[in-house]
């Protein structure tokens, strides 16, 4: 298994031969490697529907005859323009025939912006463990810290969390470093942090904050192999 950070919250995973996306956020996205018109997937996982991470899901899924997997409002929203969709909601789970997708809780919004200035909702926001290939992904999508943190990191070996760390939106680095505590991830990545100006952050900073070997900052485009 491949895994590869491309900036804010975009994570690519390579798996039993298929390309997944989770939150693939591009257009407008000053810190990714990618470019909206070569990125091929067969899978995209969001997390909520805020525009920095459902970001070019719906150009992406056409153009690829992608499946997407999302929360239920969401996926029924992006059913309605031509999307593939898989629905599921917090706390299930489902085998797909390339890996196991289980939908946690997350603590933030979830809404989609028109161009009439209507704030539709789409859902409650999640995170995702994705399990393949005997290895367990955990992606927080945009959260608080909660307590619950503890049972999810009792209940499953977690290979690699991804973290958000920038603060103001979500966790800041010090409730993200407790978090990896909490979920005893192998290694921890930081993510959502300095895409805006207001979740800036210095990810080496964090990454001292936790257990030697544990943290490990990517740069847009940089991966780890499982």
């Avoid at 995973?13 to 990714?32: A, Q, R, S, V, Y």
């Avoid at 919004?109 to 859902?123: L, R």
């Avoid at 290694?187 to 210095?202: A, E, L, S, W």
């Amino acid at each position: 298994m491949k895994l590869t950070y491309h900036g804010h919250s975009v994570v690519e995973i390579k798996t039993n031969g298929t390309t997944i996306f989770i939150d693939p956020f591009i257009t407008g996205n000053e810190t990714t490697d990618l470019k909206v018109e070569e990125v091929q997937v067969d899978v995209i996982l969001l997390t909520h529907g805020h525009g920095d991470h459902v970001g070019d899901t719906v150009p992406l899924a056409l153009r690829n005859n992608a499946l997407v997997v999302a929360p239920f409002e969401l996926a029924t929203y992006l059913s309605w323009q031509g999307v593939n969709v898989h629905p599921m909601h917090i706390g299930g789970a489902h085998q797909f025939d390339f890996g196991k997708v289980k939908l946690t809780q997350a603590f933030h919004g979830s809404s989609y912006i028109d161009e009439n200035k209507q704030i539709i909702y789409t859902g409650m926001p999640c995170g995702i463990l994705f399990t393949a290939e005997g290895k367990t992904i955990y992606h927080a999508g945009d959260t608080a810290l909660f307590s619950d943190m503890k049972l999810i990191g009792e209940r499953n070996v977690i290979d690699v969390a991804f973290l958000p760390i920038g603060d103001n939106f979500t966790m800041g680095p010090e409730d993200a470093a407790l978090a990896a505590e909490w979920l005893r991830a192998k290694t921890v990545v930081p993510i959502h942090y300095n895409t805006f100006p207001v979740i800036k952050q210095d990810p080496e900073q964090f990454v001292s904050m936790l257990k030697d070997g544990v943290g490990k900052v990517l740069r847009p485009g940089e991966s780890i192999e499982l």
